[in-house]
């Protein structure tokens, strides 16, 4: 594995929530959020939007919130699980979240995906679009 592509321990990604990246495809940012899969050090990646409205961020740079071991959009609460990435209630139900191609070796998660290049821990540098007055589930 080539360090450039470490993106974390496989530790710093919490079992309860995200761990947010950013990376690049040429000079496009994008954002990313990792999630682990269980107790076994496995961990999936997904883009940082959800389906329903691709502007909505899951992970605002605190962690995208889980209910019920799913990954939650606080906007509208839809829930995906964390392994497939399938929306499995809410307005885009059966919909997907975008998959990134991530790799754990020697306890570190490598990003594998030919699309793009790691570009660091936390939030692109780009305007959050996801804090408009759209209707809001996360309590705030």
């Known amino acids: 594995m080539d360090e450039a592509d470490r993106i974390a321990d496989v530790d710093a990604v919490p079992d309860d929530g995200t761990l947010l990246c950013s990376v690049r495809d040429g000079f496009d940012e994008d954002e ?3 999630t682990r899969l269980g107790g076994d050090g ?3 990646a997904w883009r940082n939007y959800c389906p329903h409205w691709t502007d909505v961020r899951l992970d605002r740079g605190s962690g995208a919130s ?3 071991g799913e990954l939650l959009c606080a ?4 829930t995906f ?7 499995t209630h809410g307005p885009c139900e059966g ?3 975008d998959p990134v191609d991530v790799t754990v070796a020697d306890g570190g998660v490598y990003l594998t995906d030919d699309r793009f290049e ?3 821990i936390g939030p692109a540098s780009d305007v959050d679009l996801s804090t408009g ?8």
């Open 42 to 44: 496995s961990v999936a």
């Open 32 to 34: 990313v959020i990792l």
């Open 95 to 97: 919909a997907n979240l």
């Open 66 to 68: 889980v209910r019920d």
């Open 118 to 120: 790691f570009d660091g």
């Open 133 to 140: 007055s759209r209707i809001d589930f996360s309590g705030n």
């Open 81 to 87: 699980r964390p392994g497939d990435g399938e929306c």
């Open 75 to 78: 906007k509208h609460g839809a």
